[in-house]
Every structure is written in structure tokens, then in C-alpha cells.
């Protein structure tokens, strides 16, 4: 069963009148300063009750921002998990600064204070939590590490539109927080992403630094903004966000509630988490997540874990010589897959989805 039963691992937030809406927008000012922008903005800070909200051109333009508005200098380390994808680690790369990889936590993707605590030191300049496929993380211990050593710390929230813990929005946890709008993400622009805060400075920062640093030849800045266009769709596809939590959360126990396979659980959610379901992520419980993934692979339901490769990072060639061995990583991405259950499946489809991982054999 492949070709056109195949499970779209996401969904497109097309929609017929997407063209006459768009038209409206083309007599305006479409630059990344422009008003229409500004709407945009001015939307993101109203859905996620943030003081500023800084639009930029893709969730890794928002990964360099936020560095370029912390001061990074080449040389400077950052602390980032290798459960991480590529995306995250290349803005350090590309700003001249040194991946340091740190362990995660045996049960989850939030960093592991022991092994943080192992290597941070003189030259560290930020943390970069990435909390993958819309899981929390345990962020409040985090939070106090940073603050105790005045460090900086920065969430990449890529998968992260409207996860919370302990009644707040798992942004508000961070000095920073960075998002991506791509095709695939939770919410699309095609192209995309923005920089949130609290922190007047840094937003102030950031805003400068993705806009050619205000050309005041005082100041480091590149054009890392978002067109009007994109922005326009972001406005319009922010009101459907609410209902696509709604639905992801709807679909996730819909599968979870059909599971048979003792050795499956869903990943542990931490205390007081509300993950987004951008995926469901499953966890074999005492081995390798190999055999599920390839069984179900062949039954047209994808795996992220399959598609990029999923491996600690510094694993990958262009990472070797950041080399730091991270074992509850290792373990966490080969037990571990991700199951799709965005809005756009249909019971039929989902219930499909449940029968292939009950019947995936020598589990
Ligand atoms: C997608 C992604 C990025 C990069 O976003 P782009 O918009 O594709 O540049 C960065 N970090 C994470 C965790 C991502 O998933």
C-alpha cells in the first residue's frame, strides 16, 4: 500500500480564495517594513500575548537574529542539543560561532542539567533549547540554570505555536524564542518565521539586526525580512490556528486511544505540559523504533525520523569536530517516530494510521 494511499506527513493551509484575498494586498507597500508587516506583527503579539514580535524570512533568519541581538561574536560558544536539526546549528555556523553540544534528558528533548552544567564555561554566549515536534520541555530548572550564570537562553519554537506549561505559553520561557512559518510547519507563510520577546532591548535588537542594522553604519544588520505578501497570509491563516490545536489534539487521542503494542507509549509529556501535536511522537519502550518506522514506511506512513536521517548531530560530517557523545540522545531518536495526525487526515485515514502500528511485527 503506497503511491496514492501514502499518509501526507503535512498539511497545506490552501484554500480557494487564498488568490482573491491576496489581490487585495498588491496596491499596498509590500516591504518587509511596510504596514501590511506591521499588521502582521501586530497579530503574532495578539495571539501569543507577547510584548514584540519581530517577522523575518525563515525560521533560520530567526535563529541568526536572535544571536545577532544577543552580541554573538565568532568564537563565542553556544549550548544546543544534538536532538536538534540542521537548521538550528547552521545561523551559529554562519555567525561564526562553535556549536557545543549538550546531552538531553533521558525521557524527552529539554536539556540535561548535569551535562549543561558540564559545558558551559567562559566563552559560553547563549543556550538554544529546541523542544521537537511539539513537546515541551521541563523549561522552568532551565530557566533558572540561564539566570544563575546571567546566560541567555533561546527557544527554538520552530514546532512550538501554542504549547504550554503550567498555564503559560512555553514561549514566555525563554529571553527569546524563535519560530518558523515554512510550507510544513504548523503555521504557513511558504517561506518564514519570526522572533518573539518580552525584553524591549532585545527586541529592539533583533529588529534592528534582520533590518540591515537601521544602515546607521554603527551597527552589524542584514535584510532577513518578510515580504508583505507572506505576511498577508500569515494574518489570515493565524485565525485558523486555535481550530488546527484543536483538531491536532482531537486526532492524537483518536490514535493513542486504538493502541494495542504494550512496547509503544507516547512520549512522556513533561509535568504540566500541553504539547501542540505538530506530531504524535511514540517511543518503543525498551529498543530500537527501526523496525516500526520501515513497517510502517511501507504502508505510506511517513516518519521524520526516516526522512531527515534523525542522529545526534555531530554525527553528520559538517559537525564532526563538535563532537561531544550524548547517549540519552542517541537512545531518545533511534526509539522514537513521528506519527502525522494533522487536520487535514480524515477518520478513515487516521484509523488506518492506529491498525499499521498495531500490526507492526517483532516489536
Ligand atoms: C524548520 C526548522 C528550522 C528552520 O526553519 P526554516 O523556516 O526552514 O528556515 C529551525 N529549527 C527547527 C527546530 C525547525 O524545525
Redesign the pocket.
Same mark, same amino acid.
Given at each position: 500500500m503506497t503511491g496514492d494511499s501514502s499518509i501526507p506527513p503535512s498539511f497545506h493551509q490552501r484554500d480557494a480564495s487564498d488568490a482573491t484575498y491576496l489581490s487585495a494586498f498588491l496596491h499596498r507597500d509590500l516591504s518587509g517594513t511596510g504596514d501590511v508587516v506591521l499588521a502582521y506583527e501586530a497579530a503574532l503579539r495578539s495571539w501569543f500575548g507577547a510584548a514584540a514580535a519581530v517577522s523575518v524570512s +525563515? @525560521?533560520? !533568519? !530567526? *535563529?541568526m537574529v536572535a544571536l545577532g541581538a544577543l552580541g554573538l561574536r565568532p568564537g563565542d560558544e553556544v549550548v544546543v542539543p544534538p536532538t536538534?536539526?540542521l537548521?538550528?546549528v547552521y545561523p551559529i555556523l554562519a555567525m561564526g560561532g562553535v556549536p557545543v553540544f549538550c546531552d538531553t534528558r533521558e525521557d524527552g528533548f529539554g536539556l540535561d542539567l548535569d551535562d549543561l552544567e558540564s559545558v558551559v564555561g567562559p566563552r559560553t554566549r547563549a543556550i538554544i533549547e *529546541?523542544p521537537?515536534w511539539g513537546y515541551p520541555t521541563p523549561l522552568i530548572p532551565l530557566r533558572a540554570f540561564a539566570d544563575d550564570l546571567r546566560l541567555p537562553l533561546v527557544l527554538?519554537l520552530? &514546532?512550538g505555536h501554542g504549547i504550554r506549561l503550567s498555564g503559560r505559553p512555553l514561549w514566555t520561557y525563554g529571553h527569546l524564542a524563535?519560530f +518558523?512559518? &515554512?510550507e +510544513?510547519?504548523f503555521l504557513s507563510t511558504g517561506? @518564514? @518565521?519570526f522572533i518573539l520577546t518580552d525584553d524591549a532591548d532585545l527586541a529592539k535588537a533583533a529588529r534592528r539586526f534582520s533590518r540591515r542594522g537601521g544602515l546607521n553604519g554603527r551597527h552589524l544588520g542584514l535584510s532577513l525580512t518578510l515580504c508583505g505578501l507572506q505576511a498577508a497570509l500569515g494574518l489570515r491563516r493565524l485565525r485558523l490556528l486555535n481550530e488546527h490545536l484543536r483538531v491536532r489534539g482531537q486526532n492524537a487521542r483518536h490514535i493513542l486511544k486504538q493502541l494495542t503494542q504494550p512496547q509503544l507509549q507516547e512520549l512522556p509529556v513533561t509535568s504540566g505540559g500541553e504539547p501542540n501535536y505538530y506530531f504524535l511522537v511514540l517511543r518503543h519502550r525498551g529498543g530500537s523504533a527501526h523496525d516500526l518506522i520501515e513497517q510502517l514506511a511501507a504502508q505510506g506512513i511517513p516518519s521524520d525520523i526516516r526522512r531527515y536521517r534523525c542522529r545526534p548531530l555531530y554525527e553528520f560530517p559538517i559537525l564532526s569536530a563538535y563532537r561531544h557523545p550524548c547517549e540519552n540522545a542517541r537512545r531518545l531518536l533511534g526509539s522514537m517516530t513521528t506519527i502525522p495526525v494533522h487536520p487535514s487526515l480524515t477518520t478513515t485515514e487516521l484509523d488506518r494510521i492506529a491498525a499499521a502500528i498495531n500490526h507492526v511485527s517483532r516489536l
Amino acid at each position: 500500500m503506497t503511491g496514492d494511499s501514502s499518509i501526507p506527513p503535512s498539511f497545506h493551509q490552501r484554500d480557494a480564495s487564498d488568490a482573491t484575498y491576496l489581490s487585495a494586498f498588491l496596491h499596498r507597500d509590500l516591504s518587509g517594513t511596510g504596514d501590511v508587516v506591521l499588521a502582521y506583527e501586530a497579530a503574532l503579539r495578539s495571539w501569543f500575548g507577547a510584548a514584540a514580535a519581530v517577522s523575518v524570512s +525563515s @525560521g533560520s !533568519a !530567526a *535563529v541568526m537574529v536572535a544571536l545577532g541581538a544577543l552580541g554573538l561574536r565568532p568564537g563565542d560558544e553556544v549550548v544546543v542539543p544534538p536532538t536538534a536539526p540542521l537548521c538550528t546549528v547552521y545561523p551559529i555556523l554562519a555567525m561564526g560561532g562553535v556549536p557545543v553540544f549538550c546531552d538531553t534528558r533521558e525521557d524527552g528533548f529539554g536539556l540535561d542539567l548535569d551535562d549543561l552544567e558540564s559545558v558551559v564555561g567562559p566563552r559560553t554566549r547563549a543556550i538554544i533549547e *529546541v523542544p521537537m515536534w511539539g513537546y515541551p520541555t521541563p523549561l522552568i530548572p532551565l530557566r533558572a540554570f540561564a539566570d544563575d550564570l546571567r546566560l541567555p537562553l533561546v527557544l527554538d519554537l520552530a &514546532h512550538g505555536h501554542g504549547i504550554r506549561l503550567s498555564g503559560r505559553p512555553l514561549w514566555t520561557y525563554g529571553h527569546l524564542a524563535t519560530f +518558523s512559518t &515554512h510550507e +510544513s510547519k504548523f503555521l504557513s507563510t511558504g517561506e @518564514g @518565521g519570526f522572533i518573539l520577546t518580552d525584553d524591549a532591548d532585545l527586541a529592539k535588537a533583533a529588529r534592528r539586526f534582520s533590518r540591515r542594522g537601521g544602515l546607521n553604519g554603527r551597527h552589524l544588520g542584514l535584510s532577513l525580512t518578510l515580504c508583505g505578501l507572506q505576511a498577508a497570509l500569515g494574518l489570515r491563516r493565524l485565525r485558523l490556528l486555535n481550530e488546527h490545536l484543536r483538531v491536532r489534539g482531537q486526532n492524537a487521542r483518536h490514535i493513542l486511544k486504538q493502541l494495542t503494542q504494550p512496547q509503544l507509549q507516547e512520549l512522556p509529556v513533561t509535568s504540566g505540559g500541553e504539547p501542540n501535536y505538530y506530531f504524535l511522537v511514540l517511543r518503543h519502550r525498551g529498543g530500537s523504533a527501526h523496525d516500526l518506522i520501515e513497517q510502517l514506511a511501507a504502508q505510506g506512513i511517513p516518519s521524520d525520523i526516516r526522512r531527515y536521517r534523525c542522529r545526534p548531530l555531530y554525527e553528520f560530517p559538517i559537525l564532526s569536530a563538535y563532537r561531544h557523545p550524548c547517549e540519552n540522545a542517541r537512545r531518545l531518536l533511534g526509539s522514537m517516530t513521528t506519527i502525522p495526525v494533522h487536520p487535514s487526515l480524515t477518520t478513515t485515514e487516521l484509523d488506518r494510521i492506529a491498525a499499521a502500528i498495531n500490526h507492526v511485527s517483532r516489536l
